[in-house]
C-alpha cells in the first residue's frame, strides 16, 4: 500500500470518524475565509478577477475527493482489474479538477497539500498520467497578454470611456506546447523581475505541471533572453527613418457579422495625417519627432488595413489565439485582400465583434509582443493604450496611503493615473514611460542621491527641451511592489506639467515597478510632498507656463557610503613550516542600504604581507565579491610558510577594497619547529 504517514492518520480519522473529520474542516474554512477577507482588504490582488472565473473547491470537499483519488490508487495497486481503474479514472479526474482550480488561484499552500507523493505517481498507470500532475523544470518562450476591461455597465464599443479592471494572462510556449502560467499567491513572494513581464525566453525550476497550467513560484522564474520588440529594435521590415508596418485584421463570425467600423476610417484612425487625432500623429508627438532615437520605433507607423473576412468560430467564445489564427488564414485567402502574410508586418491587430464570451474585454495586446486584439470597437484611446503595451509598458497606477501622502498602509488603483494614456487618461506619458521609450534623453532626467537640498528648474514634460524635465530621487531598496503591506516606495519621480502648472509626483520601486509608477498627488505651487518614512521632501516654488522650481531634501537615508568591514577568525593560527593555515575572512558593505539603488558594490580581497617574505603563499577561495549593502560573505584564506619557514611570527594584512572604501585587518601565522 502506498500511503504517507500524514495520510495514514487521515485515513485513520476518516475509518473511525468521518463526521468529525469533516466538522473540524468546515470550521477551518471559514476561518480561513474570514483571514483571507482580511488580507484582501488591507492588500489587493495583483490581478483582480473576472467574471466567469471559476471559484476554488471549499476545502472540506477538496480534502474529501483527494483522500478518495489516493484510496483509489491503493485499491488499484491491490487489484487491477477493469472495475478499479475505471474508479480511478473517475477519482483522478475528480481530484484534477480541484487542483486545477487551486493552480488557476495560484494557491501553492493547497496545491502542496493535494500533491501525490512519488510512490504514488509512479503507481498511476501510463493511460492516466495525464490526470495528476508533476514538478519539473521546464524552459520556453514567455508570453504575457494583458486584457483591458471596462466597467459592467459600460457597453464594449467605439465609446470606451475608461479601463477599470485587468486581466494578465502569462502564457509559456515548450516545443509547441503551450501553457497558461499561474503564479503563487503566498504572503512575502517576491514580484516578478519587470522584464520576465514582457515576451522573453525564460527558464522554470520546481514548475507544477497539470495538463495544460502551470503554477510556479514567481522566485523560480528566471529571464534568459529578452525578445520584446523594445529590444529587438525595430522590426525586419522597418524601413529607413525607423517606421514599423502594421497590418489591421478585421474579422467577424458567421453568426455576427457585425462591421462595427469600415477599413476607411480605420486606416484614418491609424495612419492619418491630416488630423491630431490618430495614431500615428500622437505617437509623433510622444517622441518630439526624435523617431531615430526611439527604439524598436513605433513611430512613425505605416502599414495595412485590411477588408473584413468572416470566419467560422463559436458563438461565445473570446479565445484569442484561434480568432487571430482564422482571421489570419482569412485575409490571406481572399484574393481581394493582397495580404502578403503576417511575417511582412511588425504589429499585428485584429478587431472582431463582441459576445458574451468577452465580457467587458475592450482591448488587449502582448507585452513586449507583436499581437493587439480589438473587441467589438475601434477606439483610438484603446489602441494607444495597447500599443503601449506593445512597447513593454505597463499601467499607470495612483496610489492612496491611510497617512497621505505615503505610509505603511497604501492602496494601489490600477488605471489611476488621470494624466496618461496608460492609466485612465487621453494625456501623454508619464516622464518614467517617456524615459523607457527614449523619448527623453540623458540630458532631461537628474537622479538626486546626495544628503542635503537642491533647488532645481524642470522644464515643462510636453516639448521637447534640452534642460532638464524629470527628477527621480531614490528611497529605501529592497523593497516589494506597492501595494504591499508595510513597504515604501522606492523612488519619487518628479515632472512638471505646464499646461495644467502642477508638479506632479509618482512613487514606484526599482528596478520593478518603474516600469508601473503610482501617481501619489499633483502639487501646487507652495505645496510640499514629504516621505517621512525616506526622508525625500519635494516643495513646488514657483511657476511660469514653460518651467517649474523645485526643492528637493534628501535627508541622511540618502545613499551614504563607508569603508567596509573585514574580520578574521582566527586571527591568528599556529604550524609548522609547510602546514597550509586557513582563517575565515567575514566582509561586510558598510554602506547604506540606499546605495544599492544605485549600484551593486563590488569588492576586491587581497592578502598582502607586511614583511619580505619568500616561498609563502596566501591564497583566496575567491579574489572578489559582489555585496549588496549591509550584508557579509565569509571568505577562505590559505595561507602555507614554505617548509624551510623559520620559527616566528608573521603578519599579513587582509584588505577589502572598492575604490576609494577600503577595510583592513590585520592575521598572523605563528610557525613553530
Not at 494614456?421 to 516622464?431: E, I, R, S
Not at 511657476?543 to 569603508?563: F, L, S
Request: hydrophobic share 40%; with cysteine; glycine share 8%.
Amino acid at each position: 500500500m502506498i500511503i504517507s504517514q500524514r495520510q495514514k492518520g487521515v485515513f485513520l480519522a476518516l475509518a473511525v470518524g468521518l463526521t468529525l473529520v469533516l466538522a473540524v474542516v468546515v470550521y477551518n474554512a471559514t476561518f480561513r475565509a474570514f483571514v483571507d477577507d482580511l488580507v484582501v482588504d488591507e492588500t489587493p490582488p495583483a490581478i483582480v478577477a473576472t467574471d466567469g472565473e471559476e471559484v476554488e473547491t471549499p476545502v472540506a470537499e477538496a480534502e474529501v475527493i483527494n483522500l478518495a483519488a489516493i484510496q483509489s490508487i491503493v485499491a488499484y495497486q491491490a487489484s487491477r482489474d477493469e472495475t478499479t481503474i475505471a474508479n480511478l479514472k473517475n477519482q483522478l479526474q475528480a481530484r484534477r479538477v480541484v487542483l486545477t482550480k487551486a493552480i488557476k488561484k495560484g494557491n501553492l499552500p493547497d496545491v502542496r497539500k493535494y500533491s501525490l507523493s512519488s510512490e504514488q505517481l509512479a503507481a498511476v498507470p501510463v493511460e492516466l498520467v495525464g490526470e495528476v500532475e508533476k514538478t519539473t523544470a521546464l524552459t520556453g518562450e514567455w508570453r504575457s497578454t494583458h486584457q483591458d476591461l471596462v466597467s459592467s455597465g459600460e457597453k464594449v464599443n467605439n465609446n470606451v470611456s475608461k479601463f477599470v479592471r485587468t486581466k494578465n494572462q502569462r502564457r509559456l510556449i515548450v516545443g509547441g506546447q503551450e501553457y497558461a502560467v499561474y503564479l503563487s499567491r503566498e504572503a512575502n513572494q517576491p514580484e516578478l523581475p519587470l522584464k520576465v513581464g514582457r515576451h522573453a525566453s525564460v527558464s522554470i525550476k520546481g514548475a507544477v505541471v497539470l495538463g495544460d497550467n502551470i503554477l510556479s513560484e514567481p522566485a523560480n522564474i528566471v529571464q534568459t533572453a529578452d525578445l520584446s520588440l523594445a529590444v529587438a529594435g525595430p522590426g525586419p521590415n522597418a524601413v529607413a527613418g525607423g517606421v514599423t508596418k502594421v497590418a489591421v485584421v478585421l474579422a467577424n463570425f458567421q453568426n455576427n457579422r457585425q462591421q462595427f467600423v469600415s477599413p476607411a476610417v480605420a486606416r484614418e484612425t491609424m495612419f492619418g495625417t491630416a488630423t491630431a487625432n490618430t495614431v500615428q500623429k500622437w505617437y509623433e508627438r510622444q517622441s518630439f519627432g526624435l523617431n531615430n532615437k526611439f527604439v524598436g520605433v513605433l513611430s512613425p507607423i505605416q502599414g495595412d488595413v485590411f477588408p473584413w473576412v468572416t470566419v467560422n468560430h463559436p458563438a461565445n467564445d473570446c479565445s484569442l489565439d484561434p480568432i487571430t489564427t482564422k482571421a489570419l488564414a482569412a485575409v490571406a485567402a481572399d484574393p481581394n485582400a493582397r495580404f502578403p502574410g503576417a511575417a511582412a508586418y511588425d504589429v499585428i491587430i485584429v478587431a472582431f465583434p463582441w459576445n458574451r464570451g468577452c465580457g467587458q474585454f475592450a482591448g488587449g495586446a502582448n507585452v513586449g509582443g507583436n499581437r493587439i486584439w480589438l473587441v467589438g470597437n475601434f477606439n483610438l484611446r484603446v489602441l494607444l493604450h495597447e500599443m503601449g503595451h506593445i512597447k513593454g509598458l505597463d499601467h499607470a497606477n495612483s496610489v492612496k496611503c491611510s497617512e497621505p501622502p505615503l505610509s505603511r498602509v497604501c492602496r494601489s488603483t490600477e488605471y489611476g493615473d488621470p494624466l496618461s494614456v496608460m492609466g485612465h487618461g487621453n494625456d501623454q506619458f508619464g516622464g518614467f514611460h517617456l524615459g523607457t521609450l527614449g523619448y527623453l534623453a540623458p540630458a532631461n532626467i537628474e537622479v538626486i542621491g546626495r544628503i542635503g537640498t537642491s533647488t532645481v528648474t524642470l522644464d515643462r514634460l510636453e516639448e521637447r527641451s534640452a534642460n532638464l524635465q524629470y527628477l527621480r530621487v531614490p528611497t529605501e531598496p529592497n523593497q516589494s511592489l506597492l501595494p504591499i503591506v508595510g513597504q515604501a516606495p522606492q523612488e519619487i519621480q518628479v515632472e512638471y506639467r505646464g499646461q495644467s502648472g502642477k508638479l506632479i509626483i509618482r512613487a514606484a520601486t526599482i528596478p520593478r515597478s518603474a516600469a508601473k509608477p503610482h501617481l501619489v498627488s499633483p502639487l501646487s505651487v507652495g505645496d510640499v510632498f514629504e516621505d517621512k518614512r525616506s526622508g525625500v521632501k519635494v516643495k513646488f516654488l514657483s511657476k511660469t507656463i514653460g518651467q517649474a522650481t523645485v526643492e528637493v531634501t534628501v535627508t541622511e537615508k540618502t545613499c551614504v557610503r563607508t569603508d567596509p568591514a573585514i574580520t578574521v577568525s582566527p586571527d591568528s593560527q599556529v604550524g609548522r613550516g609547510g602546514q597550509a593555515l586557513t582563517y575565515d575572512l567575514k566582509v561586510t558593505n558598510n554602506n547604506n542600504r540606499r546605495c544599492q539603488l544605485v549600484e551593486l558594490d563590488n569588492y576586491s580581497v587581497r592578502a598582502l604581507s607586511t614583511q619580505q617574505l619568500n616561498g609563502w603563499t596566501a591564497v583566496l577561495d575567491k579574489p572578489s565579491v559582489s555585496l549588496p549593502p549591509k550584508e557579509t560573505k565569509t571568505l577562505k584564506l590559505t595561507v602555507t610558510p614554505p617548509a624551510n619557514a623559520a620559527a616566528g611570527y608573521y603578519e599579513y594584512e587582509a584588505q577589502i577594497s572598492r575604490d576609494p572604501l577600503v577595510g583592513k585587518m590585520k592575521l598572523y601565522a605563528v610557525v613553530i619547529p
